[in-house]
């Protein structure tokens, strides 16, 4: 769970002058087991194809901007979650994460596959498989770099494993100004010196053409988290 407490802002408003236009094709992972359990429930293409729209109807409204998008980029912002994320508060509209290369969306995959993990009883003494789809977007928008100066002097806050305070206050006075910051680049806290970065307005992201994905099989453990695809592994030590 992570923890947040009220300090002071730990930047100067000046350093928001260090917004600049920006240019990044960015990696992203998604389970991708959504279809096989609803083909569990149905006995034909017919009754698969209904499913998936009752199943449509009963999501929340995709927000303004993102109908264009397609499903892999416009469903972060569709969701309100309960639980906060480093640049997102609890119930705040949703945002997109992506990070520069494919390592560090496993590195970021691979912490909260295991935190899931250990957090159900009913799985952390044995092990579960999961599959993802690794897909490439493009990001071009107004940009503010955690990782360059100055506010790489508060890099610390920016990486906190478990209180996301700073992070939320900061993305609260990004959203606020104007012009709008599409989007803030920082340091992964799961992957040193890899960068990560979190997206705020949809109409900054779009898809490759052809797009770009790749299949990636994860299988976590109490002890570690593995992931592989075709030629390519790399295991993280949990313990």
Not at 99 to 121: G, I, K, P
Request: net charge positive; charged share 25%; with cysteine.
């Amino acid at each position: 769970m992570t923890r947040e407490s009220s300090p002071r802002p730990a930047w100067k408003n000046r350093w928001f002058d260090t917004a600049a236009p920006a240019r990044a094709d960015l990696w992203r992972g998604v389970e991708a087991q959504h279809r096989v359990a609803t083909m569990r429930l149905v006995d034909n293409l017919a009754e698969q194809d209904m499913l998936e729209q009752l199943l449509e109807a009963s999501k929340p409204p995709l927000p303004p901007g993102t109908a264009r998008l397609g499903y892999l980029l416009s469903t972060p912002f569709r969701y309100a979650s309960p639980w906060p994320s480093r640049f997102r508060r609890a119930d705040h509209p949703g945002v997109w994460y992506g990070a520069d290369n494919v390592l560090t969306v496993a590195a970021e995959l691979a912490y909260w596959r295991w935190r899931f993990f250990m957090d159900s009883d009913g799985l952390k003494d044995g092990h579960l498989v999961t599959e993802h789809t690794f897909f490439r977007a493009r990001f071009s928008g107004l940009q503010l770099d955690l990782m360059g100066e100055p506010w790489s002097r508060q890099r610390a806050a920016w990486r906190n494993p478990s209180d996301y305070a700073a992070c939320h206050a900061l993305a609260d006075a990004v959203r606020g100004r104007t012009p709008p910051v599409a989007a803030i680049r920082y340091e992964s806290a799961r992957r040193e010196g890899a960068a990560c970065t979190v997206v705020f307005a949809p109409a900054a992201l779009s898809l490759p053409s052809p797009p770009r994905q790749q299949t990636w099989v994860c299988k976590t453990t109490r002890q570690a988290v593995m992931f592989l695809h075709d030629s390519d592994s790399v295991e993280f030590d949990m313990r």
